[in-house]
Protein backbone atom coordinates (compact mmCIF):
# COMPACT_ATOMS: atom_id res chain seq x y z
CA UNK A 1 0.00 0.00 0.00
CA UNK A 2 2.15 2.68 -0.88
CA UNK A 3 1.70 6.32 -0.90
CA UNK A 4 2.91 9.28 -3.32
CA UNK A 5 2.77 13.00 -2.14
CA UNK A 6 3.75 14.72 -5.18
CA UNK A 7 7.39 12.64 -6.60
CA UNK A 8 7.89 11.16 -2.89
CA UNK A 9 7.17 8.11 -2.67
CA UNK A 10 6.26 6.65 0.66
CA UNK A 11 6.23 2.64 0.91
CA UNK A 12 3.38 2.61 3.83
CA UNK A 13 0.71 5.20 4.21
CA UNK A 14 0.36 5.69 8.05
CA UNK A 15 2.46 8.18 8.96
CA UNK A 16 3.20 10.73 12.18
CA UNK A 17 1.11 13.66 12.12
CA UNK A 18 2.00 17.21 12.94
CA UNK A 19 1.91 17.39 16.72
CA UNK A 20 3.31 20.95 18.56
CA UNK A 21 5.41 19.63 21.76
CA UNK A 22 5.75 15.91 20.06
CA UNK A 23 6.70 15.85 16.48
CA UNK A 24 10.02 17.22 17.03
CA UNK A 25 13.18 15.38 15.68
CA UNK A 26 14.23 13.49 18.47
CA UNK A 27 10.40 12.11 18.87
CA UNK A 28 10.12 11.53 14.65
CA UNK A 29 13.87 9.87 14.66
CA UNK A 30 11.99 7.00 17.74
CA UNK A 31 8.98 6.63 15.51
CA UNK A 32 11.07 6.33 12.43
CA UNK A 33 13.59 3.73 13.88
CA UNK A 34 10.66 1.59 15.12
CA UNK A 35 8.73 2.04 10.98
CA UNK A 36 7.07 5.23 10.40
CA UNK A 37 7.62 6.10 6.76
CA UNK A 38 6.88 9.98 6.80
CA UNK A 39 6.86 12.57 9.75
CA UNK A 40 5.75 16.19 9.79
CA UNK A 41 7.39 18.95 11.89
CA UNK A 42 5.40 20.64 15.11
CA UNK A 43 3.71 23.95 13.16
CA UNK A 44 6.83 26.63 12.58
CA UNK A 45 5.63 30.41 12.21
CA UNK A 46 6.73 31.90 9.05
CA UNK A 47 8.85 34.06 10.87
CA UNK A 48 10.68 32.00 13.52
CA UNK A 49 11.93 30.28 10.42
CA UNK A 50 12.83 33.64 8.95
CA UNK A 51 14.68 34.32 12.18
CA UNK A 52 18.49 33.52 12.55
CA UNK A 53 18.82 32.74 16.13
CA UNK A 54 18.47 29.97 19.08
CA UNK A 55 14.93 29.17 18.47
CA UNK A 56 15.11 28.58 14.89
CA UNK A 57 17.92 26.28 15.59
CA UNK A 58 15.90 24.39 17.97
CA UNK A 59 12.96 24.25 15.65
CA UNK A 60 14.55 23.62 12.51
CA UNK A 61 16.38 20.41 12.42
CA UNK A 62 16.51 17.69 10.22
CA UNK A 63 18.49 14.34 10.29
CA UNK A 64 19.61 12.15 7.48
CA UNK A 65 17.40 9.28 9.22
CA UNK A 66 14.34 11.70 9.14
CA UNK A 67 13.57 11.10 5.21
CA UNK A 68 10.49 12.00 3.96
CA UNK A 69 9.89 14.45 6.11
CA UNK A 70 7.21 17.74 5.68
CA UNK A 71 7.89 20.81 7.38
CA UNK A 72 4.90 23.04 8.24
CA UNK A 73 4.76 26.43 8.72
CA UNK A 74 2.32 28.56 9.94
CA UNK A 75 1.46 32.16 9.18
CA UNK A 76 -0.85 35.00 7.54
CA UNK A 77 0.45 36.51 4.72
CA UNK A 78 1.48 34.73 1.69
CA UNK A 79 4.99 36.48 1.23
CA UNK A 80 6.19 35.97 4.03
CA UNK A 81 5.14 32.37 3.85
CA UNK A 82 6.45 31.45 0.22
CA UNK A 83 9.85 33.29 1.84
CA UNK A 84 9.43 30.74 4.89
CA UNK A 85 8.61 27.87 2.36
CA UNK A 86 12.05 28.68 0.57
CA UNK A 87 14.15 28.56 3.80
CA UNK A 88 12.89 24.93 4.40
CA UNK A 89 13.18 23.81 0.77
CA UNK A 90 16.85 25.14 0.63
CA UNK A 91 17.62 23.11 3.97
CA UNK A 92 15.98 20.01 2.29
CA UNK A 93 12.54 19.25 3.89
CA UNK A 94 11.09 16.90 1.41
CA UNK A 95 7.75 18.42 1.48
CA UNK A 96 6.26 21.77 2.39
CA UNK A 97 3.12 21.89 4.43
CA UNK A 98 1.06 24.65 5.20
CA UNK A 99 -1.24 24.54 8.04
CA UNK A 100 -4.74 26.02 7.70
CA UNK A 101 -6.20 23.91 10.47
CA UNK A 102 -4.87 25.32 14.47
CA UNK A 103 -8.07 25.97 16.58
CA UNK A 104 -5.74 27.42 19.31
CA UNK A 105 -7.38 30.73 19.61
CA UNK A 106 -4.02 32.98 20.19
CA UNK A 107 -3.23 32.00 16.83
CA UNK A 108 -7.13 32.26 15.14
CA UNK A 109 -7.50 35.52 17.16
CA UNK A 110 -3.79 36.22 14.59
CA UNK A 111 -5.56 34.96 11.71
CA UNK A 112 -3.42 32.52 11.19
CA UNK A 113 -3.69 28.31 11.32
CA UNK A 114 -7.52 27.43 11.27
CA UNK A 115 -8.87 30.98 10.45
CA UNK A 116 -7.78 30.72 6.92
CA UNK A 117 -10.83 27.82 6.94
CA UNK A 118 -13.10 31.30 6.24
CA UNK A 119 -11.04 33.01 4.14
CA UNK A 120 -10.85 31.03 1.27
CA UNK A 121 -9.24 34.03 -1.02
CA UNK A 122 -5.98 34.38 1.49
CA UNK A 123 -5.78 30.40 1.56
CA UNK A 124 -5.56 30.14 -2.35
CA UNK A 125 -3.06 32.96 -2.54
CA UNK A 126 -0.91 31.33 0.34
CA UNK A 127 -0.92 28.09 -1.53
CA UNK A 128 -0.15 29.71 -4.78
CA UNK A 129 2.88 32.03 -3.52
CA UNK A 130 4.10 29.10 -1.95
CA UNK A 131 3.77 27.24 -4.56
CA UNK A 132 6.00 29.34 -7.33
CA UNK A 133 8.35 29.74 -4.17
CA UNK A 134 9.20 25.98 -4.66
CA UNK A 135 9.20 24.71 -8.42
CA UNK A 136 9.52 20.88 -8.14
CA UNK A 137 8.71 20.85 -3.95
CA UNK A 138 5.81 19.31 -3.58
CA UNK A 139 3.27 21.41 -0.98
CA UNK A 140 0.55 19.91 1.25
CA UNK A 141 -2.10 21.36 3.34
CA UNK A 142 -3.96 20.41 6.28
CA UNK A 143 -7.21 21.22 6.61
CA UNK A 144 -10.33 21.18 9.04
CA UNK A 145 -13.59 20.13 7.30
CA UNK A 146 -15.00 24.10 8.26
CA UNK A 147 -14.28 26.49 10.38
CA UNK A 148 -18.21 26.64 12.58
CA UNK A 149 -19.51 22.98 13.29
CA UNK A 150 -22.97 24.54 12.10
CA UNK A 151 -21.59 24.38 8.77
CA UNK A 152 -22.30 21.47 7.16
CA UNK A 153 -22.06 22.87 3.33
CA UNK A 154 -18.14 23.37 3.83
CA UNK A 155 -18.14 25.56 0.90
CA UNK A 156 -14.79 27.34 2.36
CA UNK A 157 -13.62 23.95 2.22
CA UNK A 158 -14.43 22.86 -0.90
CA UNK A 159 -13.42 26.72 -2.22
CA UNK A 160 -10.08 25.79 -0.70
CA UNK A 161 -9.07 22.40 -1.54
CA UNK A 162 -10.50 22.97 -5.26
CA UNK A 163 -8.67 25.83 -5.61
CA UNK A 164 -5.37 24.35 -4.22
CA UNK A 165 -5.14 21.29 -6.97
CA UNK A 166 -5.98 23.95 -9.44
CA UNK A 167 -3.03 25.61 -8.19
CA UNK A 168 -0.53 22.49 -8.26
CA UNK A 169 -0.84 21.39 -4.33
CA UNK A 170 0.81 17.65 -4.40
CA UNK A 171 -2.06 16.24 -1.55
CA UNK A 172 -4.71 18.05 0.99
CA UNK A 173 -4.46 16.40 4.39
CA UNK A 174 -8.09 16.68 6.29
CA UNK A 175 -8.61 16.86 10.28
CA UNK A 176 -12.33 15.75 9.81
CA UNK A 177 -13.59 17.84 12.66
CA UNK A 178 -14.34 22.01 12.47
CA UNK A 179 -11.74 24.34 13.60
CA UNK A 180 -14.40 25.22 16.61
CA UNK A 181 -14.70 21.87 17.68
CA UNK A 182 -10.93 21.76 18.38
CA UNK A 183 -10.23 18.17 19.85
CA UNK A 184 -13.96 17.72 21.17
CA UNK A 185 -16.40 15.27 19.73
CA UNK A 186 -16.31 13.19 16.71
CA UNK A 187 -14.17 13.33 13.37
CA UNK A 188 -16.70 12.73 10.55
CA UNK A 189 -15.28 10.05 8.97
CA UNK A 190 -18.46 10.36 6.22
CA UNK A 191 -16.73 13.57 5.61
CA UNK A 192 -13.08 11.90 4.57
CA UNK A 193 -14.90 9.28 2.21
CA UNK A 194 -16.73 12.17 0.67
CA UNK A 195 -13.48 14.21 -0.18
CA UNK A 196 -11.70 11.14 -1.68
CA UNK A 197 -14.85 10.66 -4.17
CA UNK A 198 -15.26 14.38 -4.97
CA UNK A 199 -10.91 13.92 -5.78
CA UNK A 200 -10.62 10.66 -7.09
CA UNK A 201 -7.28 11.38 -8.45
CA UNK A 202 -5.54 13.21 -6.06
CA UNK A 203 -3.68 12.48 -2.75
CA UNK A 204 -6.16 12.35 0.68
CA UNK A 205 -4.74 12.29 3.92
CA UNK A 206 -6.77 11.82 6.75
CA UNK A 207 -6.92 12.89 10.02
CA UNK A 208 -8.65 12.47 13.12
CA UNK A 209 -9.46 9.48 16.21
CA UNK A 210 -6.60 7.93 14.84
CA UNK A 211 -6.71 6.02 18.07
CA UNK A 212 -5.01 2.78 17.64
CA UNK A 213 -3.15 1.01 14.42
CA UNK A 214 -6.06 -1.08 13.78
CA UNK A 215 -8.26 2.69 14.04
CA UNK A 216 -5.67 3.80 11.28
CA UNK A 217 -6.10 0.93 8.65
CA UNK A 218 -9.55 1.06 9.76
CA UNK A 219 -9.82 4.72 8.02
CA UNK A 220 -7.92 3.60 5.18
CA UNK A 221 -10.54 1.01 4.63
CA UNK A 222 -13.50 2.76 5.68
CA UNK A 223 -12.78 6.36 3.55
CA UNK A 224 -10.98 5.46 1.02
CA UNK A 225 -8.07 7.91 1.95
CA UNK A 226 -4.71 7.45 0.49
CA UNK A 227 -2.97 7.53 3.88
CA UNK A 228 -3.57 8.35 7.39
CA UNK A 229 -1.85 10.80 9.78
CA UNK A 230 -1.27 9.57 13.51
CA UNK A 231 -1.60 11.98 16.04
CA UNK A 232 -2.83 11.32 19.65
CA UNK A 233 -2.91 7.96 19.18
CA UNK A 234 0.69 8.15 18.41
CA UNK A 235 1.93 9.80 21.25
CA UNK A 236 3.35 7.49 24.27
CA UNK A 237 3.22 4.42 21.13
CA UNK A 238 5.84 5.38 18.81
CA UNK A 239 5.55 0.95 17.94
CA UNK A 240 1.87 2.39 16.77
CA UNK A 241 3.47 2.33 13.08
CA UNK A 242 5.26 -1.29 13.42
CA UNK A 243 1.75 -2.54 14.96
CA UNK A 244 -0.08 -0.60 11.74
CA UNK A 245 2.19 -2.87 9.47
CA UNK A 246 2.10 -5.64 11.39
CA UNK A 247 -1.74 -5.57 10.99
CA UNK A 248 -1.28 -4.78 7.57
CA UNK A 249 0.92 -7.64 6.67
CA UNK A 250 -1.65 -10.11 8.67
CA UNK A 251 0.23 -10.56 11.37
CA UNK A 252 -0.90 -10.05 15.29
CA UNK A 253 0.72 -6.55 16.02
CA UNK A 254 3.92 -6.28 18.45
CA UNK A 255 3.83 -5.17 21.62
CA UNK A 256 7.82 -3.65 23.30
CA UNK A 257 8.58 -5.85 25.99
CA UNK A 258 9.33 -3.58 29.16
CA UNK A 259 13.03 -4.03 28.61
CA UNK A 260 12.79 -2.63 25.06
CA UNK A 261 10.12 0.39 26.04
CA UNK A 262 12.88 1.57 28.78
CA UNK A 263 15.86 1.35 25.90
CA UNK A 264 13.59 3.44 23.78
CA UNK A 265 12.82 5.52 26.65
CA UNK A 266 16.61 6.77 27.56
CA UNK A 267 17.15 6.83 23.68
CA UNK A 268 14.46 9.71 22.96
CA UNK A 269 15.73 11.69 26.43
CA UNK A 270 19.88 10.87 25.05
CA UNK A 271 18.07 12.69 21.43
CA UNK A 272 16.52 15.16 23.70
CA UNK A 273 19.69 16.14 25.58
CA UNK A 274 21.79 16.70 22.45
CA UNK A 275 18.65 18.57 20.22
CA UNK A 276 17.98 20.87 23.56
CA UNK A 277 20.11 21.00 26.45
CA UNK A 278 20.12 18.38 29.24
CA UNK A 279 18.11 20.45 31.46
CA UNK A 280 15.31 20.98 29.02
CA UNK A 281 15.65 17.73 27.34
CA UNK A 282 14.86 16.02 31.07
CA UNK A 283 11.82 18.41 31.47
CA UNK A 284 10.22 16.80 28.05
CA UNK A 285 11.69 13.22 29.17
CA UNK A 286 9.74 13.54 32.28
CA UNK A 287 6.37 14.84 30.34
CA UNK A 288 7.12 12.11 27.48
CA UNK A 289 7.73 9.34 30.07
CA UNK A 290 4.14 10.13 31.26
CA UNK A 291 3.29 9.55 27.51
CA UNK A 292 5.03 6.35 27.64
CA UNK A 293 3.70 4.95 30.35
CA UNK A 294 0.17 4.30 29.03
CA UNK A 295 2.39 1.00 27.35
CA UNK A 296 3.30 0.15 31.15
CA UNK A 297 0.60 -2.82 32.61
CA UNK A 298 1.19 -0.52 35.84
CA UNK A 299 0.23 2.98 34.29
CA UNK A 300 -1.19 4.85 36.81
CA UNK A 301 1.35 3.40 39.54
CA UNK A 302 4.39 4.58 37.27
CA UNK A 303 2.37 8.16 36.50
CA UNK A 304 2.13 8.76 40.36
CA UNK A 305 5.86 8.35 40.51
CA UNK A 306 6.79 10.52 37.99
CA UNK A 307 4.84 13.96 38.69
CA UNK A 308 6.81 14.30 41.85
CA UNK A 309 10.38 13.48 39.62
CA UNK A 310 13.00 16.94 39.32
CA UNK A 311 16.59 15.59 38.72
CA UNK A 312 17.54 13.46 36.40
CA UNK A 313 18.70 10.69 38.93
CA UNK A 314 15.15 10.55 40.36
CA UNK A 315 13.86 10.00 36.75
CA UNK A 316 16.47 7.44 36.12
CA UNK A 317 15.51 5.31 39.30
CA UNK A 318 11.55 5.68 38.43
CA UNK A 319 12.19 4.27 35.18
CA UNK A 320 14.34 1.46 36.24
CA UNK A 321 12.31 0.46 38.97
CA UNK A 322 9.45 0.00 36.78
CA UNK A 323 11.10 -0.88 33.36
CA UNK A 324 13.39 -3.25 35.45
CA UNK A 325 16.95 -2.00 35.07
C1 LIG B 1 -0.96 18.24 21.29
C2 LIG B 1 -1.36 18.39 19.84
C3 LIG B 1 -0.59 19.19 19.03
C4 LIG B 1 -0.92 19.34 17.66
N1 LIG B 1 -0.14 20.11 16.86
C5 LIG B 1 -0.42 20.23 15.52
C6 LIG B 1 0.40 21.00 14.65
O1 LIG B 1 1.40 21.61 15.06
N2 LIG B 1 0.04 21.05 13.34
C7 LIG B 1 -1.05 20.37 12.84
O2 LIG B 1 -1.32 20.42 11.64
N3 LIG B 1 -1.84 19.65 13.65
C8 LIG B 1 -1.55 19.56 14.97
N4 LIG B 1 -2.35 18.78 15.77
C9 LIG B 1 -3.50 18.06 15.18
C10 LIG B 1 -3.14 16.61 14.85
O3 LIG B 1 -2.13 16.53 13.86
C11 LIG B 1 -4.40 15.84 14.37
O4 LIG B 1 -4.85 16.40 13.17
C12 LIG B 1 -5.52 15.84 15.40
O5 LIG B 1 -5.01 15.59 16.71
C13 LIG B 1 -6.62 14.82 15.07
O6 LIG B 1 -6.15 13.51 15.12
P1 LIG B 1 -6.43 12.53 16.41
O7 LIG B 1 -7.88 12.72 16.77
O8 LIG B 1 -6.09 11.16 15.88
O9 LIG B 1 -5.51 13.01 17.50
C14 LIG B 1 -2.05 18.67 17.14
C15 LIG B 1 -2.83 17.87 17.99
C16 LIG B 1 -2.50 17.72 19.32
C17 LIG B 1 -3.35 16.86 20.19
Given at each position: MPLRIGDVAIDFPVGLGALAGYSDLPYRLICRSLGAPFCITEAMLDRQILLEGKLRKRLIRLD????PVAGQIMGIEPETMAEAARSLDRMGFDIIDLN????VRKVVSHKRGGALMKDPARALATVRAVIEAVPGRPVTLKLRRSFRTSDTANEDFWAIARGAFEAGAAAIAVHARSVEQKYT?????GFLAAVKREFPDRTILGSGDVTSPAESLRMLAETGVDGVLAARGAIGNPWFFGQARDLAAGRPPRQPALDEQREVIYRHFRLASEAYDPRRGLKMLRHCSLQYA????RRTDLRNALVPVRTEAEWRAVIDAFYGA
Open positions: PADHFACPGRADWKMHP
